[in-house]
């Protein structure tokens, strides 16, 4: 009987059993879960020297939840007199450490509970990825997406650049996803850079901005026919909570898209990340 543990899901009104698990084994699970976030190239991007550990715990949630404390409570699983033998997850949300509540601000379970970052589903992904190509006449650039050939339209978005050089571009608003049959309205739902990576590294994640350059409205102030290339990009900034995305993955972004389009450093404007010196330049010998 002491072989295994009991868990309980009071909410669904369940209950299994599950192998009595060693500290030791615990920890190396956790380890080993932790490690896939790690980047292995210095260049690359990666939320262990991003937001941190606890950036790391969040995407190995199986409940998906946005939380930035369950560093606290692993702190109190870790150390126990008499460990449970239940892993962390299972000993938070259904075993003997259910019942721990913090005090800290937003780390209680109600709250912990109510936030759910949002993971999106792999066509999801797929519909996100763009290409960005010069607009005619122009030496200004546009996005598209890959998969139907349209035009991004004007609006704040974020970016990401994958390890497979992919761009992946798509909203911080849950109700511009694909599908919200599935969502609850009990809960708030996060998107951000790691909903559409995993929290997987990445080359750079950061923001960008596409502005309208053709005028929508003829001279008798009606709405004209639009053409299929009337958005340009406008500005990349390399804010990211949780890749914490550097200088020098901003400069690298910039440099390729020089490369690639053969544009200056003027055609965009790159915004430093919140904190950064404002008067240092993103990109450097385009012009």
């Not at 409940?63 to 930035?68: I, Q, V």
């Not at 609850?184 to 350059?213: M, N």
């Not at 404007?269 to 008067?279: S, Y």
Request: charged letters at 25%; proline letters at 2%; a negative charge.
């Amino acid at each position: 009987a002491n072989s295994f543990v009991r868990l309980l899901d009071e909410k669904n009104n369940r209950s299994w059993s599950v192998p009595r698990r060693s500290r030791e084994q615990c920890l190396i699970d956790i380890d080993a879960g932790v490690a896939r976030y790690a980047r292995t190239n210095e260049s690359h991007l990666d939320i262990l020297n991003g937001l941190g550990f606890h950036a790391a715990l969040e995407m190995e949630d199986p409940r998906s939840r946005y939380c930035l404390c369950f560093e606290e409570y692993l702190d109190i699983w870790m150390n126990e007199t008499i460990f449970s033998g239940e892993s962390f997850f299972d000993w938070f949300d259904y075993g003997s450490g259910k019942k721990q509540n913090s005090t800290e601000v937003d780390c209680d379970r109600v709250t912990i509970d109510q936030f759910i970052y949002y993971r999106a589903n792999p066509q999801e992904i797929a519909d996100a990825e763009v290409e960005f190509k010069l607009r005619k006449g122009s030496d200004t650039i546009a996005a598209y997406y890959v998969g139907s050939g349209f035009q991004v339209q004007e609006g704040n978005w974020l970016l990401v650049w994958t390890l497979d050089h992919r761009f992946l571009l798509h909203s911080e608003e849950i109700h511009d996803m694909a599908d919200t049959s599935m969502l609850s309205d009990e809960l708030y739902y996060k998107i951000g850079h790691c909903s559409f990576t995993g929290g997987l590294p990445v080359l750079f994640a950061g923001e960008i901005g596409i502005s309208l350059v053709a005028n929508r409205t003829n001279s008798s102030g009606e709405i004209s026919a639009m053409p299929s290339d009337i958005y340009k990009v406008n500005w990349i900034t390399h804010n990211s909570g949780h890749y914490r995305t550097g200088f020098h993955q901003a400069r690298d972004l910039c440099h390729w898209m020089g490369r690639a389009y053969g544009i200056s450093q003027s055609t965009i404007n790159w915004i430093q990340r919140k904190g950064r010196n404002a008067t240092e330049p993103v990109c450097l010998g385009m012009d």
